[in-house]
């Protein structure tokens, strides 16, 4: 009789072979060939920023993900959950950079990067966590602690890595945190001021409101056919299936279509539009000239500005050219700025005053130098248009993200223009919600007190640069805290961070600075101390949809890879170096599915007082999910319907009660970059400025396709757009002719910032002097750790500027001049996907 070899002779024997195997995941995982090919898939349920899927598992391996029946327009995107999973540059144990083990924080930190990683026991982790956070807050405060991670990491209501990091560093005795996004940092700064709500949130008219009532849709900044493929919770995808109504119904009304973009976006090219090429960053001064024409042809609506707004006498002085620079806003003038022919903005002005249209901002425009410009603006000339509160009229600064403009129950309306739009009749809803772990703990005790400081999320550079000095932050001078230790748990600053090289440099006035994720980051690779973690589908949780109609459960569907741990041990572990007390202020005495269960418990409580049926958790958690009516009353709603009928009851949330186009408070705050009505300001790097002689080339760095920013880089989606393993950059046949660059080749882009490679596109769909690079891909330096270096992959924030947008919002870029050229030599090998070498592994 053959004697059955068992699994660890198995591995033994198979030698290099299952070395291989062993190095990106568990061994004792790992089934016998002839034990795993006729076994059934274990079916679970899970979520993600992509969607929520049934994961699919065999033999204890997540072999994939199919999407959720109730979602609308599955996306490519959680096809890389399973991929991810396995991925070779998985962290599977933590580690530590040697240099760091040898000296702590007194170690070399121009290594970072270039180091050699050492394995280290979990225990080691945490000792080495524990003591850092005490050592820095007895020697400089807890404020010196950077606990502003942030990042796209998790769905989940429990394991939400940025909420529990900050609500562990709060027990500890507190920490630096941020404010706004990098996202949305300079429209969520200045639309409160104009409009009294943060349009980046607010509500917008809905799609079945535009598909009746529109005449004319203008997409200005935005390419909702691509970004809706993800959301913040997760996406049931509804959007598609009103935007393709939109079309559908467009072509029987003859809807007009406009995308003004220096690209033929998505969206352009599915409805069809009429495609407005605008040169990047000159966005006001296009919308100026309309405002300007308008005004001149007296086609504006006098009534509206009259009744509904203040301050446009002001802002008619600078349109005029009677105060500020002297100069008129004239269609020349603005085409002289933005490329846009005279006669297609005066066209444009008088196509959307004519008929019923909608405004669809994005929020690309503000992700410039002035951003907090082009919103303030595209408000004042909807509010010159007129039919702002009308169907189908006005304006929206986000229909392009996932369930704005989609109708949706009560608890996940956003944030309401005014108190009467989220009156409860209106969205009269059976959904409940659905909360998550809070920042700070219900048992009280000494870290009621914790020690806070806030800084504006994309200034983090700045702010270790410039430790002690003034700044000016949204009508307030502050001063930067000094920091000496960064925590990052779920996020990837390596990636969303512009000027990649300066930001290296600053690093190095950090101590200690530690990751806790799921792969070989950037970011990890320049950390001390890296901690792994759970992905997703590798643990329990709950969540919901981004429009509020399902609470998901997400089933853990296979064994941690390696010796990663969700992201709750992780803190819990570390606060047992601490104290019992501070162990059960983090914990609250609840296990991680006792928690899960409290969440659905008060989700249940709050439906069953509204008179709605909830399953139990145990039923819930076996089907996994459970689904709330819309009600018919949220696919009629109208932004600013009511305000509109009276706006002396429906006040708006700005001092005045309507619409700002000048603001006093702004104007109070006397700041040169951004004044008290809506302005044209010359970017820092433009076509028409001084830096364009040497760099003449106008980089614009949109949302990835295949992607959300750089999560999934590392799966096989890459592989369905890459040029030559780099990342695509569009160019004008013209613009390529000039430099020699076909199609295909790989080529060098590079300003005074910095230098990457990318794979050339050469294509009609992007204008001439304009290139287009997506944001999100993964940092490859050439030499690891060396301050201007060439990245071989393709990250487009090392060409990017870290300066603030203006002293109101201090927000990000996202553009930048550059020049191109095709890459000599033999190009070099990617090596960023794979795990690094580790000693003790």
């Known amino acids: 009789m053959t004697k059955k070899m068992d699994r660890r002779s198995f591995l033994k024997a198979s030698g290099a072979t299952a070395g291989a195997v062993v190095a990106t995941i568990q061994a004792e995982a790992i089934p016998l060939v002839g034990d795993s090919l006729l076994n059934d898939h274990e079916k679970g349920f899970s979520a993600s920023h992509f969607g929520a899927v049934v994961t699919h598992t065999r033999n204890s391996r997540f072999e ?118 990098y996202s949305t940092h300079a429209i969520r700064q200045i639309t409160p001021y104009v409009g009294g709500t943060d349009e980046s949130s607010a509500q917008p008219t809905v799609y079945p409101v535009l598909i009746e009532h529109s005449e004319c849709i203008v997409f200005w900044g935005c ?120 006669e297609v903005i005066k066209m444009l002005a008088k196509e959307c005053v004519s008929k019923r249209t909608m405004l669809m901002g994005g929020w690309s425009t503000q992700r410039a130098h002035h951003g907090e410009q082009p919103n303030w603006m595209l408000i004042t000339l909807a509010s010159m248009l007129g039919q702002i509160g009308l169907p189908g009229g006005g304006y929206g600064c986000n229909y392009h993200y996932s369930s704005n403009g989609v109708p949706m129950p009560a608890a996940a309306t956003g944030n309401p223009l005014t108190k009467a739009d989220a009156d409860a009749k209106d969205f009269a809803s059976a959904s409940p919600g659905l909360s998550g772990i809070s920042i700070k703990s219900k048992i009280k005790g000494p870290w009621d007190k914790a020690k ?9 550079v700045e702010c270790l640069e410039n430790a002690g000095k003034e700044y000016n932050f949204d009508g307030h001078t502050k001063k930067w805290p000094e920091l000496k230790m960064a925590y990052w748990a779920g996020g990837n600053p390596f990636h969303h961070h512009q000027d990649r090289n ?61 010796e990663a741990m969700d992201d709750f041990d992780i803190f819990v572990n570390i606060l047992r170096r601490f104290t019992a007390e501070q162990v059960l202020a983090f914990t609250e005495g609840k296990s991680k599915m ?134 695509p950059i569009w160019m004008h046949p013209n613009d390529a002719k000039k430099r020699g660059i076909k199609n295909g080749d790989v080529v060098r882009v590079f300003n005074k910032r910095g230098q990457v490679l990318a794979g050339a596109v050469v294509t009609e769909a992007i204008m001439e002097g304009a290139v287009r690079m997506q944001e999100g891909a993964w940092y490859d330096p050439k030499e690891a750790g060396k301050v201007g270096t060439l990245c071989v992959h393709g990250d487009v924030n090392v060409l990017i500027p870290d300066v603030g947008t203006s002293e109101l919002a201090q927000g990000n870029q996202a553009t930048a001049l550059v020049e191109i050229e095709k890459f000599k030599g033999e190009v070099p090998a990617i090596s960023i996907f794979k795990a690094p070498k580790i000693k003790g592994a």
Not at 246 to 268: A, H, Q, S
Not at 452 to 460: N, Q
């Open 452 to 460: 806070m400081e806030i800084i504006p999320v994309s200034r983090i």
């Open 223 to 342: 390419d909702p056919i691509n970004t809706n493929q993800i959301a913040w919770g997760v996406p049931t995808h509804g959007v598609y299936k009103y935007l393709k109504e939109l079309k559908e119904e467009g072509k029987k009304r003859g809807v007009k279509f406009y995308v003004i973009d220096p690209v033929y976006n998505n969206t352009g090219m599915y409805f069809g539009a009429e495609h407005i090429q605008i040169r990047p960053t000159t966005d006001v001064a296009m919308m100026l000239g309309m405002a300007h024409y308008l005004y001149k042809e007296k086609l504006y609506n006098a009534d509206f500005i009259k009744k509904y707004t203040i301050g446009f006498d002001q802002f008619k002085q600078y349109l005029l050219g009677e105060s500020e620079d002297m100069v008129a806003k004239t269609p020349e003038w603005a085409a002289s700025i933005c490329g846009v022919p005279v």
């Open 502 to 562: 300066r930001m290296i440099k600053a690093w190095q006035k950090l101590e200690t600075f530690v990751v806790q994720d799921n792969f070989w980051t950037a970011s990890a690779r320049m950390a001390d101390i890296i901690l792994p973690a759970t992905t997703e589908q590798e643990r329990n949780d709950i969540t919901k949809a981004h429009t509020n109609e399902y609470i998901f459960a997400m089933k853990q569907a296979v064994a941690p890879a390696g």
């Open 64 to 181: 994939s993900a199919t999407p959720f029946e109730g979602d609308a327009h599955p996306v490519t995107l959680v096809e890389g959950l399973a991929a991810r999973t396995y991925a070779e540059d998985r962290i599977l144990y933590p580690c530590v950079r040697e240099d760091y083990l040898k000296h702590g924080y007194k170690s070399d930190k121009s290594k970072r990067g270039n180091d050699t990683f050492v394995r280290v026991s979990w225990e080691t982790a945490f000792d080495l966590v524990a003591n850092e956070i005490k050592r820095v807050n007895t020697t400089y405060g807890p404020t010196a602690i950077y606990g502003g991670s942030y990042g796209w990491f998790c769905v989940g209501s429990l394991n939400n890595p940025q909420a529990l990091l900050n609500r562990m560093l709060g027990i500890t005795g507190g920490y630096t945190g941020r404010t706004c996004t």
């Open 594 to 727: 006792e928690w899960i269960k409290s969440f659905y418990q008060a989700s249940f409580d709050k439906a069953a007082k509204s008179g709605v049926k909830m399953p139990t958790f145990d039923a819930f958690w076996e089907k996994g999910y459970v689904y709330f009516e819309t009600p018919e009353s949220a696919k009629k709603f109208i932004k600013h319907e009511k305000f509109r009928a009276n706006p002396v009851v429906n006040r708006l949330g700005t001092p005045s009660g309507k619409i700002e186009i000048f603001s006093k408070k702004i104007a109070g705050y006397n700041y040169k970059e951004c004044k008290g009505h809506p302005m044209w300001f010359e970017p820092m790097e433009w076509a028409g400025s001084k830096v364009a002689k040497e760099f003449p080339l106008s980089l614009v760095s949109p949302h990835p396709k295949y992607r959300l920013h750089s999560q999934l880089n590392n799966t096989w989606l890459r592989h369905l757009e890459e040029v030559n393993g780099r990342e």
